[in-house]
Each structure stands twice: as C-alpha cells, then as structure tokens.
C-alpha cells in the first residue's frame, strides 16, 4: 500500500515533527499534493500562540500551498493576508491569540499561513466540525510541544518526521526515533479494561485483584508518595489519568510485584518519561497499555540538519525501518518512489 | 438603577439570573444594562408581551417544543457585530470576515422571523432584511458563506476564469516564460477589483446599519422574553398585577433558590417524611413600616428576602414567585440583611448595620418610594439600647412614605405600626405562615429550638435554670 493509499484510509491525520527543521511543512505540502482530486481535505495547523516567526532560527513560519477545493482553519489575522482566492464558509467560537479561527473553502489555489485552534480539546472539535462539511481528511499539522494534537483523541492516524535535526549522529536520531515510535506503538489494552476506565478523566485509579475499582485520591501521578503500599501490593491494574512520569514509573518498577501489575495510560501523548526509566520498567517485566491508539502510517526522514549536515538518506531509511518496522521515506529525494 | 447592580443582592437575584437560560451573550448584555422599570405603562407593556409570549409557546393545546428548541439553537447562533457596524457606521471598507459576519445576521434573523411567526409570537418585531442579505447574497444561494462574488462583476468572473487556467498551465509544468508575469498581473488586476467591490458593498450595507443593529437587539430581547418565559413555566411562577393603591398583596410567596435546594435535597431523601417542602407565605403591606416577630428558624430573613426577590422580579419584568401577587411599583428596593461588617472598610458590625439602616432613611427623606427590608437593626449590640434604637427607628419610618419590613427580637412596645408574627412550633413542626398579632411580646423559643438541634445538654440544662432563677428574680 502506498504511502498516500494508507492516509486516505482514515479520516484524520496529524503531522509530528520530532524536532524543528526535520520536514513537517514539506511533508505536509507532500501529502496535500498528492492526495487524489476527489478527497475532499480540510487542514489546519496547530495554534503557536501569536508567532509568525520561528523563534528558534528567526526564519519565517512557512506558507501552506492549498489548491481548489481544500478547506483550512487559521487565525482571522492570517486570513486577512491570505494569496489566495476563499470563500469564508464559518467562523468558529474558537479563539486564539491572534483572534477567531475562521475556516474557508480554496476557489483559486494559492499560499496561506495557517494558526489553528491550540488545544486537544479544541483540535478535537475542529474535526468534528469539519467532518460536518463532508471532508474526507481532516489533517492537522502539529507541533513536538504540543504532542497533544497526535492524540488519538484527536486524530485517527499519525506521520512523524524526524532527521539530522534531531540528532546528526545517526545510530543515536535511529534510536532516539525508535523510542517514540515504540510508545506510539504501545499495545492497547483488553475491552474490559477499556471499558472501566474509559470515562476517567482525572487522578490515579487501581483495580484490585478482586475486580474492584479503587480511587487514590490523588490529583496526579506528581503526588504519589502516599499510595505506594497499597497500589503496589493489592492492584492488577493501575491508571493514570494524567501525565505518566519518571517517578512514578520508577515506583512501579521498584516494587516486587512489579510484573502483576499492568500500567494503563490513556494514550501515548501522556507519557513524559525518559528512554531509560522505561526501558528499566520493562526490564523487570513491567507492562503498560493504552486505551486509545493511533496508527503510525510511516516515518518520514530529512537527512539534512540545518548547520548544513547531511547524512547519507538510504542509510538512514534503511537503519531506521529496521528499527521502527513502518514504512520511512525521505520524501525531498525520493518523490517519485514513495 | 441598573439590572446588574442587583446582582449581588443578598436576596438571591444572581441565582434568578443564573438559572435563566439565555441563549446568546447579547441577551446576557442587553439584560444585564436594562434599567429597573418605575413606569406603570412600561411595566404592563412587559408583562402583556410576556404573557402573550408564554401563552404561545406554552399555552394550552400548543405543542411548541421541538419549535423552541429550533429557536433556541438559531439565538445561540447570534454574535454581537457591533464593532464591525459602528466601523460600517464610520465608512470603513470592511473586509471579507465583516461581510460574512453582516451576511450570516442577515440570513439569521430571516430565519429567526419565520420561526418567530410560525410559533405566533406576535409581539416581536425584527426588521426585514432581506435587501441586505441581496446585497451579500447576488446568486440566491442563501447559504452562510461569503466571497467576492463572480457575479459581482464581468471582468471579475473573466479574469479568475483566465487566472485558473494559467495555473493549471503552469502547475501542469506548460510555462512559456511569460507566465507568471501573467499571472501577477493578473492577482493585481483581480485584488484591484475586489477591493473596489468591498468598497461599494461596504456603501450599500451603510444603509441599513440601522436595521442590523435591530436586528441584534431584537434578537437578544427576544432571547430574554423566551428565557423568562421557560422560567416561569420551570419555577411555577405568576405574573403579577400592578397595584393602583400602594398596597402590594402576594399570597403564596415563595423563594425559587430554597424551592431548588430542597429538590435537590429530596431526590436523595429516603421517605416522604424526609422530603423537604418549602411552605409558601402569604403577606400584605402599604405604604408603613411592619415588624415581623417570630421564633429563631421560623423563617423571617426568608420573608425579606422573598420580598426583596419578588420586588426585583416584577420591576425588571420577570415571573413572580408566588401563587398570585399585587405589587406596588417603587424607585428602589433596599435590602439590608446579614452581617454588614467590613473590616477592610474599618467598620464593625455595629457600625456598618446603623449606616446600612440611614441610607434608607437618607432615600426616604430624599423623596424616594422605596421598598426597605431590613433584618433585626441594632442586633449586635445591648438589648435595651437596641430596643431604644429600633423603638425609635419605627418611629421616624412612620411619617415617610415607603415600606418598610423588619424583623427584630426585641420588645418592641405601642402600637403605631403593624406586626405580623410568624406561627412558629406547632407539635414540634415549624408553621412559617404569618398572622396578624397586636402584642409586642416576643416568642420565648430560643432554648427548645436549641434543643431540638442537638446542642451540648449540660449547656440547654443550665440556660434552662439560668431562666428559672431570673424568673424567681
């Protein structure tokens, strides 16, 4: 199945950079371009709170090229300068700080910088919203610092692009990639635990050996301390709501019953622990599920970093699809081939 | 006076205007900045109009509610433009964000008037604006969305027709060099046009401005009428007669906020016994002060508070709690109940209760008709300079015109003003209901209500013999 043939299997798609300078706007440029005529696509682009420059390098945040027919969100101060022809079909209660997201259809192709809606909460809506207009895709070009977007609360199916910007040694970007790729790939847990915890939306929960279901009363897993006897001692299962971090990972793999325990989160974008926390939780056996996945429809590479380094592409592809096992491409070199 | 510096009364009046289910934040503007009504007329026009209102939607035989919803859903839908009106107003070409906004209204209170007419609501009036919605709509297609039409001009239309095609040349990699000088001259060509078309459309909207900003603020009267109607339908509330005499008269008075507690309350009660009723409260005064004595707990800051509400309610026009009432129309309602103290303002309770008090009489010798409830004055300090204090107070309330309820725990002696006592422990149960009384003498409840609350009984046995023995005295 084709790179394309893939996306347009699902009905939303989020694009991750894992580093500035790693490809996301020619990735997604890529996609837009190639996606069949009769797909109708909406996109938008993550909110970045009132920059319209790239802190970092002071380099212009890049225009989209939209062609007929296309719908896109951006922020009303974006709409305004606009090249291109549109015609303003709403305008959303979302708001930015750059004013009211207003979504518009292309009549003549043309460039657009596109600010979106920010949050998880708000992105969810705009797919929801823009499936109302019969879009076919709805994509979202996303951001590493607001991961949130790649939920799969939010969108069905996920590209990341990562390269020499994120690391310029290559077994360190290969494995750096790796680990990403292997939260995302996290397995989902069964139906009946799904279906328990499916509705929390806040604090640390166990359920007991005997099936019951326990509430810590604990805001987040920041403030754990208390509980760890009894989580560790009477639970099967135990979720966290919230962010999953180093320290309480590590308080899971510290105990000894470290592997009856199964960790739940409710999908990758709440796990903010480091590579080696991790890999010592699943040493010891732990295991760790999610209850919403996405799907990683591939890994796409710029072997470029931009102080002028190059790595050598098919290497890099070749290394790296061993390692993550989905497809990778590097899309600026092999355009015709992906 | 305005509606919204009501708001924080403690007689409730934010929870009246929580509970109201307004649609739009332009009803939630406009009703927040209404002014208390002091005029008959105004006052009878409201009320006609609600009634009429409440009677088409939820009159009898009218089945109205999945209309209402419709409704509901398109006033939730209505945006305050003013900004962009006031800039229409000021010759400012607007943009194509503007445009859709002006359209998007336009094509909104058409839709609203249809439901409007079709659920006979025949008291609202919103303009007509179909001229404008020709104006941003040059094709019919009646659909929320805008652009420079094509059809506003011939050459638009040609030059976009021309633009596409050279980039459908150059995208298919056809391009002869020329090309993109074409194409630029072309977008500048297209933009000049577009601009100059925003202008004329802008010159054409300047005309009906007035009708746009009608529109909103009829919309939102109507967001407001429509929400005071479901209240008095939810609350089971009255609409009020105005009264020719001075004399305002409500039987059945009740407060919707405690009414809410107590449902809220029962739904987890385990027996009738246990469920909770609010017992409605009849009342009748003129223009005098009247005291209202009664045990602790039998429910007097309830009555003032009912008062107060109810006051609020029928001068901004809403239902009025309670089977049925006749109220008096005032210029002000006064309301000084709970602790007055402000440490940040220096002042003690003592203090900041008298100067609550002397601004009602300041408003009455300043000529105001007001309606003052003022909850036991002078409690926070000795009772027998207390009782001189509120002894004196009726006194000087006598000879003014206004209206005055009090409530106190003093013995106030003669029989210059009106009492009314409330009924109090009957079998243990306690009557809230008032009655007319001619005694001054207070209810000596305090230490039985004590006691049925559960209080420490080594403390209820002492102050029972600390009775006893000033008795004896």
Same mark, same amino acid.
């Given at each position: 199945?084709?790179?394309?043939?893939?996306?347009?299997? +699902?009905?939303?798609?989020?694009?991750?950079?894992?580093?500035?300078?790693?490809?996301?706007?020619?990735?997604?440029?890529?996609?837009?371009?190639?996606?069949?005529?009769?797909?109708?696509?909406?996109?938008?682009?993550?909110?970045?709170?009132?920059?319209?420059?790239?802190? /970092?390098?002071?380099?212009?945040?890049?225009?989209?090229?939209?062609?007929? =027919?296309?719908?896109?969100?951006?922020?009303? /101060?974006?709409?305004?300068? @606009?090249?291109?022809?549109?015609?303003?079909?709403?305008?959303?209660?979302? @708001?930015?700080?750059?004013?009211?997201?207003?979504?518009?259809?292309?009549?003549? =192709?043309?460039?657009?910088?596109?600010?979106?809606?920010?949050?998880?909460?708000?992105?969810?809506?705009?797919?929801?919203?823009?499936?109302? &207009?019969? /879009?076919?895709?709805?994509?979202?070009? =996303?951001?590493?610092?607001? &991961?949130?977007?790649?939920?799969?609360?939010?969108?069905?199916?996920?590209?990341?692009?990562?390269?020499?910007? +994120?690391?310029?040694?290559?077994?360190?970007?290969?494995?750096?990639?790796?680990?990403?790729?292997?939260?995302?790939?996290?397995?989902?847990?069964?139906?009946?635990?799904?279906?328990?915890?499916?509705?929390?939306?806040?604090?640390?929960?166990?359920?007991?050996?005997?099936?019951?279901?326990?509430?810590?009363?604990?805001?987040?897993?920041?403030?754990?301390?208390?509980?760890?006897?009894? &989580?560790?001692?009477?639970?099967?299962?135990? #979720?966290?709501?919230?962010?999953?971090?180093?320290?309480?990972?590590?308080? $899971?793999?510290?105990?000894?019953?470290?592997?009856?325990?199964?960790?739940?989160?409710?999908?990758?974008?709440?796990? #903010?622990?480091?590579?080696?926390? +991790?890999?010592?939780?699943?040493?010891?056996?732990?295991?760790?599920?999610?209850?919403?996945?996405?799907?990683? $429809?591939?890994?796409?590479?710029?072997?470029?970093?931009?102080? =002028?380094?190059?790595?050598?592409?098919?290497?890099?592809?070749?290394?790296?699809?061993?390692?993550?096992?989905?497809?990778?491409?590097?899309?600026?070199?092999?355009?015709?081939?992906? | 006076?305005?509606?919204?510096?009501?708001?924080?009364?403690?007689?409730?009046?934010?929870?009246?205007?929580?509970?109201?289910?307004?649609?739009?934040?332009?009803?939630?503007?406009?009703?927040?900045?209404?002014?208390?009504?002091?005029?008959?007329?105004?006052?009878?026009?409201?009320?006609?109009?609600?009634?009429?209102?409440?009677?088409?939607?939820?009159?009898?035989?009218?089945?109205?509610?999945?209309?209402?919803?419709?409704?509901?859903?398109?006033?939730?839908?209505?945006?305050?433009?003013?900004?962009?009106?006031?800039?229409?107003?000021?010759?400012?070409?607007?943009?194509?964000?503007?445009?859709?906004?002006?359209?998007?209204?336009?094509?909104?209170?058409?839709?609203?008037?249809?439901?409007?007419?079709?659920?006979?609501?025949?008291?609202?009036?919103?303009?007509?604006?179909?001229?404008?919605?020709?104006?941003?709509?040059?094709?019919?297609?009646?659909?929320?969305?805008?652009?420079?039409?094509?059809?506003?001009?011939?050459?638009?239309?040609?030059?976009?027709?021309?633009?596409?095609?050279? %980039?459908?040349?150059?995208?298919?990699?056809?391009?002869?060099?020329?090309?993109?000088?074409?194409?630029?001259?072309?977008?500048?060509?297209?933009?000049?046009?577009?601009?100059?078309?925003?202008?004329?459309?802008?010159?054409?909207?300047?005309?009906?401005?007035?009708?746009?900003?009608?529109?909103?603020?009829?919309?939102?009267?109507?967001?407001?009428?429509?929400?005071?109607?479901?209240?008095?339908?939810?609350?089971?509330?009255?609409?009020? %007669?105005?009264?020719?005499?001075?004399?305002?008269?409500?039987?059945?008075?009740?407060?919707?906020?405690?009414?809410?507690?107590?449902?809220?309350?029962?739904?987890?009660?385990?027996?009738?016994?246990?469920?909770?009723?609010?017992?409605?409260?009849?009342?009748?005064?003129?223009?005098?002060?009247?005291?209202?004595?009664?045990?602790?707990?039998?429910?007097?800051?309830?009555?003032?508070?009912?008062?107060?509400?109810?006051?609020?309610?029928?001068?901004?026009?809403?239902?009025?709690?309670?089977?049925?009432?006749?109220?008096?129309?005032?210029?002000?309602?006064?309301?000084?109940?709970?602790?007055?103290?402000?440490?940040?303002?220096?002042?003690?309770?003592?203090?900041?209760?008298?100067?609550?008090?002397? %601004?009602?009489?300041?408003?009455?010798?300043?000529?105001?008709?007001?309606?003052?409830?003022?909850?036991?004055?002078?409690?926070?300090?000795?009772?027998?300079?207390?009782?001189?204090?509120?002894?004196?107070?009726?006194?000087?309330?006598?000879?003014?015109?206004?209206?005055?309820?009090?409530?106190?725990?003093?013995?106030?002696?003669?029989?210059?003003?009106?009492?009314?006592?409330?009924?109090?422990?009957?079998?243990?149960?306690?009557?809230?209901?008032?009655?007319?009384?001619?005694?001054?003498?207070?209810?000596?409840?305090?230490?039985?209500?004590?006691?049925?609350?559960?209080?420490?009984?080594?403390?209820?046995?002492?102050?029972?013999?600390?009775?006893?023995?000033?008795?004896?005295?």
């Amino acid at each position: 199945m084709s790179f394309i043939g893939e996306i347009i299997k +699902y009905r939303s798609l989020s694009i991750v950079g894992l580093e500035k300078n790693t490809g996301k706007t020619e990735c997604l440029n890529f996609i837009l371009n190639r996606l069949p005529s009769q797909c109708k696509v909406a996109v938008t682009s993550i909110g970045i709170d009132g920059e319209s420059k790239d802190q /970092v390098t002071g380099t212009a945040k890049p225009e989209i090229a939209l062609r007929e =027919g296309m719908y896109f969100s951006t922020a009303e /101060v974006f709409y305004r300068s @606009r090249r291109l022809l549109s015609e303003l079909v709403e305008i959303t209660n979302e @708001r930015s700080s750059l004013g009211r997201i207003v979504t518009a259809k292309v009549l003549i =192709g043309g460039k657009i910088l596109l600010s979106g809606p920010s949050s998880a909460a708000s992105l969810r809506r705009w797919v929801a919203g823009v499936n109302k &207009l019969n /879009v076919n895709l709805a994509i979202i070009d =996303g951001a590493l610092s607001r &991961l949130s977007s790649a939920s799969p609360a939010v969108s069905e199916s996920l590209v990341l692009t990562t390269g020499a910007a +994120y690391s310029v040694n290559m077994d360190r970007l290969v494995r750096k990639t790796k680990f990403i790729v292997e939260l995302v790939g996290i397995e989902m847990a069964e139906e009946s635990l799904r279906e328990i915890f499916m509705d929390i939306e806040k604090g640390v929960w166990g359920l007991s050996r005997q099936g019951k279901l326990i509430d810590f009363k604990v805001a987040s897993s920041l403030t754990i301390d208390k509980i760890q006897d009894s &989580l560790t001692r009477d639970c099967k299962a135990v #979720f966290v709501a919230g962010a999953l971090t180093d320290r309480f990972l590590n308080m $899971i793999s510290d105990s000894r019953e470290v592997k009856e325990i199964v960790l739940l989160v409710r999908d990758f974008t709440k796990i #903010f622990v480091t590579e080696e926390a +991790y890999r010592l939780f699943i040493k010891r056996g732990g295991r760790i599920k999610v209850l919403q996945k996405s799907r990683l $429809i591939a890994v796409c590479v710029n072997p470029t970093s931009p102080r =002028g380094i190059v790595l050598d592409s098919d290497m890099l592809c070749e290394k790296l699809h061993e390692a993550v096992k989905v497809p990778v491409y590097d899309i600026v070199k092999n355009k015709d081939k992906v | 006076m305005l509606f919204k510096s009501f708001l924080d009364s403690p007689c409730g009046f934010r929870f009246m205007f929580d509970s109201l289910q307004l649609q739009s934040s332009c009803g939630r503007t406009r009703l927040l900045e209404t002014e208390l009504m002091t005029d008959a007329a105004k006052i009878k026009d409201c009320y006609e109009k609600l009634h009429n209102a409440y009677d088409s939607v939820y009159g009898e035989g009218k089945n109205s509610l999945t209309k209402l919803d419709t409704l509901d859903h398109r006033l939730m839908c209505l945006r305050d433009i003013t900004g962009t009106l006031s800039r229409l107003n000021k010759d400012v070409v607007l943009d194509d964000i503007d445009l859709f906004e002006i359209k998007y209204l336009g094509l909104l209170c058409s839709s609203v008037t249809d439901m409007v007419n079709d659920l006979g609501l025949k008291d609202v009036q919103l303009p007509n604006l179909e001229s404008v919605i020709s104006i941003l709509d040059p094709d019919g297609m009646k659909i929320e969305s805008f652009y420079v039409y094509d059809s506003y001009s011939k050459d638009l239309g040609r030059i976009r027709t021309e633009l596409k095609k050279l %980039q459908a040349a150059e995208s298919a990699g056809k391009n002869d060099g020329a090309t993109d000088d074409r194409i630029v001259d072309l977008v500048d060509k297209e933009q000049l046009l577009e601009s100059k078309i925003r202008e004329e459309l802008s010159g054409k909207l300047k005309r009906h401005s007035k009708d746009l900003y009608a529109a909103i603020d009829g919309m939102a009267a109507l967001d407001i009428l429509l929400a005071k109607a479901q209240q008095i339908k939810k609350m089971k509330m009255c609409f009020p %007669q105005i009264s020719s005499d001075g004399r305002t008269v409500y039987k059945g008075m009740f407060h919707p906020q405690i009414v809410d507690i107590y449902d809220k309350e029962n739904i987890t009660a385990l027996s009738a016994t246990e469920k909770k009723k609010f017992v409605p409260v009849d009342i009748d005064f003129e223009l005098e002060p009247v005291t209202i004595i009664g045990a602790n707990m039998g429910g007097k800051t309830v009555v003032l508070k009912m008062t107060a509400l109810n006051q609020l309610l029928f001068q901004f026009g809403f239902g009025v709690a309670a089977g049925s009432a006749v109220i008096d129309i005032k210029d002000n309602v006064m309301v000084c109940i709970g602790d007055e103290q402000n440490e940040l303002s220096g002042l003690s309770s003592f203090a900041g209760e008298i100067k609550a008090v002397n %601004q009602v009489l300041r408003s009455a010798d300043a000529g105001e008709k007001i309606l003052a409830l003022i909850d036991e004055p002078a409690r926070t300090t000795n009772p027998i300079e207390g009782t001189a204090l509120v002894t004196a107070l009726l006194n000087v309330l006598k000879g003014k015109k206004l209206s005055v309820l009090l409530t106190t725990h003093y013995n106030i002696a003669g029989d210059f003003f009106r009492r009314l006592r409330v009924n109090g422990l009957k079998q243990g149960r306690m009557d809230y209901r008032l009655q007319e009384t001619h005694s001054g003498d207070i209810p000596h409840e305090a230490i039985n209500i004590a006691e049925s609350l559960n209080i420490n009984p080594q403390w209820i046995a002492e102050a029972k013999k600390e009775l006893e023995r000033q008795k004896k005295k």
